[in-house]
């Protein structure tokens, strides 16, 4: 997707860089970022198309209150990107409409491989 | 981890921070939650770890507030981050979530300092990607340093917009325009509030010191600014407004909007608690006594949640709640309880001197309460204005009926984003007052939790059993 | 002084459709609705149209139950079409699962007994827990099995109430609402409805005021005993499409959300909702299905049945005063169909008589004072 350009840092000297994975690209973020602020740095303005549309929506208010930055986490749908401390390591993935179930439990009860 | 507290204060902003600390003078056990992971609220996030460059940004005010956060460090205190409340029953029963666990805590008296959100400012387009609030700007700003891409435009109206444009001035960032929307009547109804606000004239002062700073900076300033619309496809690209009589289109590629903020009031509605219409504000408020008291035992409000006035008046309204608190306990007698009232009493008239003046002179565009039909008003259920109309059209009376008819209001927001407007929108089409019309009922759970989280929920005055019949 | 012919009071799913089928059938109605913040019944529904289970003490409910299903098709395409709304109909079946042997047996036992009653009309089938799953495969180990009927099915309750309103204004009927209705008056010929400073006069006079039935009831000779009965209800955000078959207790609406009920509380006249019973419900949801583990509850519901001592409607044409009715159910979807359909030509007395069920009689409030007598 094309990359424009995003928020940058007012101070560019300081925190330790954290590396992210969104949409299986790497994304460099700060200690600190919560992922929204590091999807924003980066570029990525829309984190997910709505259910009710297929609109493209990102995060608005950053204080947990919009539920507009909902993002995939670590195999977690529907997450606030904007609640959610980056980690070495975190995998984000765009909302693509209604969140998806896991998928079936095998007999046992136990679920399956995703 | 503990399910019995003293006092639970919700909210460690200014007020709830300044309560914290009154409470654990006089020697009390207190809880402070707070959604986010380190105390401040939103208009200090991110000050424990702010460094000196983001410090002579943001300013003064906010340096300021780094004071506030040693109550953290007194006995008696307990701070919870992290901690999203999603119900507080009247029984001063409080559940809330950390870390994907919902737990119970009981407390012997609650204050709830809830503070504020930026009221919705809806118009056609404010739904695209790289729309965002002003208080989303300073957000970035505050706990990552981060500027917006140019061009960049700020669009509204209100003190928060020109402090935004400050900072990002003294950080360097080009600012493309200020498209203010105040409406130009404005003036005439704050007039006669402006000498209450020029004998508490250190607002007035900042106030126009920031505007001298944008006005230095050769920032272009559009003034009564209607017909807002944002264009672009995948994210925003232009907004287009009317001023004079003039069509104008600004590019740009992020575009921070503000029209005042209002309290938040998830908690109080859910209490069932009487609102007022606060026609000057244009929001609702709830009933409160001088001491944040809500005519429910044991439950105080304070700060912003429970009116808008500002983070110092905060500080004094959480500082009465905890004197409230304190006489219920009675740990102090009454003498005590009058002088300390007395006295934040006192600090709290001067604080709102010019408060008056700023709420009729930054009352919002009829526009954003009232707005064109295609507008998208229910962000998550992507309802338009049109839709509430023809609702009404319909019989629909109020937004609990809209909520049937058309699904506003039932998505995560839970109406933070468009309560204020269905109801407004209604209020007109059936050219009735927005008190009459009223606003959503909200009901627990006030931030969605999972139904894994809810069903192992240690509940604790009940005893465990599947069967939900019985 | 205004005048009605028929006037209906009470705008949710029960006034609405009888409104919609007395305007049908050539009346001309006026229809008396509350407020935005009435207790409003058609709001906390669970949008189900279910027949299997009800009427064990009473076959004849089942018997009009089922009446009700099999017209909804009718009465779905006719709406429809006036309203221009799709109610999302869907009647694939619905499944009651169990979580214990002995709360299986006990249905069958009921279902088999319904069956007898109805001559054998009453389709329905047990299946174990390989079958239930062959059939909805995201249960959970704990579900022993399940009874399936193709009776059963749901639709969207808010856009039923929608286009009833819809095709009422369309049709031309009158609707005051804002104010709940004082008093009732029978005249000589007639009533006087007082409301709020205005007075009507009407001819007829259905009472579909739900709760509100308790009070208005006596004043036409009528008498409605009903009780507020609390169900709350947990919607969650939404969700990919995985759940065709309505459950009894779980159902994926048109839109996505998962709803998940429900309680039967005596609760008085609250309609708030409280914890321990949301972990509960919350609790057998996750029984039921455990891929729902980490979806969200986004809000809830509390809102008030309306319950007759026995939990079966009650429909009463007053003998004092000829003219008035009284109406009383607490399934407001699944009977929609009969209250627009078979209801008004039983309140006008001008149908045909094999178009009106002949076993009307038993749903009369009547029953209350012969069982408090014998």
Not at chain 2, 24 to 40: F, R, S, Y
Not at chain 2, 99 to 123: D, H, K, N, Q, Y
Not at chain 2, 140 to 158: D, H, N, Q, R
Not at chain 3, 322 to 340: I, Y
Request: proline residues 6%; charged residues 20%; hydrophobic residues 40%.
């Amino acid at each position: 997707m094309p990359k424009d350009s995003g928020f940058r840092r007012l101070d560019e000297a300081g925190a330790a860089t954290v590396a992210l994975e969104f949409e299986g690209s790497v994304l460099m973020a700060r200690s600190g970022d919560t992922v929204a602020a590091a999807m924003l740095a980066a570029g990525h303005f829309s984190g997910r198309n709505t259910p009710v549309s297929g609109a493209p929506r990102g995060p608005f208010c950053m204080m947990g209150t919009c539920f507009d930055c909902l993002v995939e986490i670590d195999g977690e749908p529907n997450i606030q990107a904007c609640m959610i401390a980056v980690v070495e390591g975190t995998k984000v993935r765009r909302m693509k409409g209604a969140r998806p179930l896991p998928a079936n439990p095998l007999p046992n009860g136990e679920p399956s491989e995703d | 981890m503990r399910t019995e507290t003293q006092i639970a204060i919700i909210g460690a902003g200014p007020a709830g921070l300044a309560a914290a600390d009154l409470l654990a003078e006089a020697g009390c056990e207190v809880t402070l939650l707070d959604e986010q992971p380190a105390a401040g609220g939103q208009i200090y996030r991110g000050i424990a770890s702010a460094n000196a460059e983001r410090l002579r940004v943001l300013g003064t005010d906010y340096a300021a507030g780094r004071k506030l956060l040693g109550v953290l460090d007194r006995p008696g205190v307990t701070f919870i981050g992290g901690a999203t409340v999603w119900e507080v029953t009247r029984e001063r029963r409080i559940s809330y979530s950390v870390g994907g666990t919902a737990r119970s805590l009981a407390a012997r008296r609650v204050i709830a300092c809830t503070g504020a959100t930026e009221r919705p400012m809806p118009f056609p387009g404010w739904t695209l990607p790289g729309v965002m609030t002003v208080g989303a700007g300073q957000i970035l700003l505050k706990t990552s340093g981060l500027l917006p891409p140019a061009p960049l435009v700020l669009a509204g109206s209100g003190p928060l917009l020109y402090l935004l444009a400050a900072q990002y001035l003294a950080a360097g960032q080009a600012i493309s325009a200020i498209v203010e929307t105040t409406p130009g009547g404005n003036w005439r109804n704050a007039l006669r509030h402006l000498p209450g606000a020029l004998i508490g004239n250190r607002y007035l002062r900042k106030g126009l010191m920031l505007l001298a700073r944008i006005r230095r900076a050769g920032v272009a300033h559009y003034r009564g600014a209607t017909g807002l619309r944002a264009e672009g496809t995948s994210r925003v690209e232009a907004l287009t407004f009317t001023v004079r009589g003039r069509t104008r289109r600004l590019p740009c590629a992020t575009l921070l909007i503000h029209t005042g903020v209002m309290p938040n009031l998830q908690i109080t509605r859910s209490l069932n608690l009487v609102h007022d219409w606060d026609a000057l504000q244009q929001c609702w408020r709830p009933q409160l006594d001088d001491w944040g008291g809500t005519g429910i035992d044991g439950i105080h409000v304070a700060g912003d949640g429970g009116g808008i006035a500002g983070a110092e008046a905060a500080v004094h309204s959480g500082r009465l709640a905890a004197i409230g608190c304190l006489a219920a306990l009675e740990l102090i007698g009454p003498e005590d309880r009058e002088r300390r009232t007395a006295a934040e009493r006192r600090a709290l008239r001067a604080q709102n001197r010019a408060r008056p003046f700023l709420d009729a002179l930054y009352t919002p565009a009829p526009e954003f309460l009232d707005p064109p039909d295609e507008t998208i008003v229910c962000r998550c259920e992507e309802v338009t204005a049109g839709k509430i109309r023809e609702f009404v059209d319909l019989g629909c009376l109020g937004p609990n009926q809209a909520k049937s008819f058309g699904r506003p209001g039932m998505g995560p927001c839970q109406g933070r984003y468009c309560g204020i407007t269905v109801s407004a929108i209604i209020a007109a089409r059936r050219r009735v007052s927005i008190d009459e019309v009223g606003y959503y009922r909200i009901r627990p759970p006030l931030k969605p939790i999972t139904l894994g989280e809810l069903a192992a929920m240690d509940v604790l005055d009940e005893s465990d059993g599947d069967d939900p019949d019985a | 002084m205004r005048e009605a012919e028929y006037a209906i009071i009470g705008g949710g799913l029960v006034g609405m459709a009888i409104a919609w089928g007395l305007m049908r059938c050539g009346r001309a109605v006026s229809l008396f609705d509350e407020g935005d913040r009435a207790f409003r019944a058609s709001r906390g529904n669970f949008g189900l149209i279910w027949v299997q289970g009800k009427g064990v003490a009473m076959p004849d409910y089942a018997r009009w139950s089922r009446l009700s299903a099999h017209l909804w098709p009718a009465f779905r395409d006719e709406l429809a079409e006036t309203a221009g709304l799709d109610l999302e109909l869907s009647q694939p079946g619905g499944m009651h699962l169990f979580l214990s042997e002995a709360e299986a047996e006990e249905t069958v036992g009921q279902l088999g007994y319904l069956r007898a009653a109805l001559g054998g009309d009453y389709p329905f089938e047990y299946l174990g827990h390989n079958a239930t799953k062959a059939m909805i495969p995201e249960i959970g180990p704990d579900i022993v099995g399940g009874t399936i009927s193709a009776m059963d099915g749901h639709v969207n309750p808010l856009y039923l109430l929608r286009a009833l309103h819809t095709a009422f204004t369309q049709g031309g009927g009158r609707l005051e609402n804002g104010a709940p209705v004082d008093e009732i008056e029978p005249l000589a010929e007639g009533f006087r409805i007082r409301r709020r400073d205005s007075t009507w006069q009407a001819q007829n006079v259905v009472l579909c005021a739900g709760l509100g039935n308790a009070r208005l009831a006596p004043m036409v000779g009528l008498d409605a005993p009903v009780r507020p009965n609390r169900g709350q209800v947990l919607i969650t955000e939404k969700v990919r499409p995985f759940l065709r078959l309505p459950t009894g207790h779980v159902r994926q609406v048109g839109e996505g959300a998962v709803q998940i009920g429900d309680s039967k509380e005596d609760a008085g006249f609250d309609d708030g909702t409280r914890s321990e019973v949301v972990a509960r419900i919350a609790r057998r949801a996750t029984r039921l299905f455990p891929i729902l583990e980490n979806v969200r509850v986004v809000r809830s519901w509390g809102a008030l049945r309306v319950m007759s001592p026995d939990g079966h409607p009650i429909y009463d044409r007053s003998a004092h005063c000829p003219g008035a009715s009284v109406v009383n159910c607490h399934s407001g979807v699944t009977l929609a169909a009969v209250h627009a359909k078979v209801l008004p030509g039983w309140i006008t007395g001008e149908s045909a008589p094999d178009c009106i069920p002949d076993y009307m009689e038993v749903f009369s409030a009547e029953r209350f004072r012969l069982q408090a007598a014998g």
